[in-house]
């Protein structure tokens, strides 16, 4: 069996030097960098010189607005506006809104929207002719703007009830090839009983490399 005396009676050792202690230690008192408080906010997800939560990834959230609009106009209007955007223009981006319509009259609500101050879709009725509320959701984006490659915009509208579905080419106006700035959504409706609301205007691009 091995030596098992107390450590006091070995050579060289005393008890009170080699007993166990329970004295508690923050960590600063073992920190010789002066980092203590640095580590102390490691349990509250701050940012650290030691630790950071910066994002990584090739998607970045632009902008957007959240907060709805509506209209009863039977001409168009500017509803919501991303703005001070920086996409740039070889990096490709999406945008998506919500859309919905209330009952009033058997007609229509229509939607349009511009990338700064070019209008890239026709007029598009987006929901069903009936007297009943509706939603949708509208989808729009675009990929590098540049000579020789601007038609590349693509829009959809999708639609629980069905009134119309799938992704079109953006119209004839070509795309812009400076800085997209301001993403418009632009609605109206075919009578002026029924009020229309766009919201959760959301902005992505995606990094170019």
Known sequence: MGDVRNPADLP??????????DEAHAVASHD??????????????S????????PSGAVTREGGNTT?????????????TAASLT?????????????RKTAGAADYAQVNFRFNATSLMGAHIWSRSTNAPGDSMLQMGAGARLANYL??????????????TGFLDAGSSNLPTVEVTD???????HDANITMGADELQIYSFAAS
Do not use: P
């Open 87 to 99: 996409i740039a223009a070889t990096q490709f981006f999406l945008g998506i809104a919500r859309l």
């Open 151 to 164: 038609t590349s915009g693509r829009w959809g509208i999708t639609t629980a009830a069905g009134a119309s």
């Open 12 to 21: 060289g050792h005393t008890a009170a030097g080699d007993a166990h202690h």
């Open 32 to 45: 010789t960098t002066a980092t203590g408080a640095e580590l102390d906010t490691l349990t509250d997800g």
């Open 47 to 54: 940012e650290t010189a030691l630790h950071s939560h910066a």
């Open 183 to 189: 993403v418009i959504v632009i609605g109206w409706v």
């Open 68 to 80: 709805e609009a509506t209209t009863t106009s039977t001409s168009t209007v500017n509803l919501l």
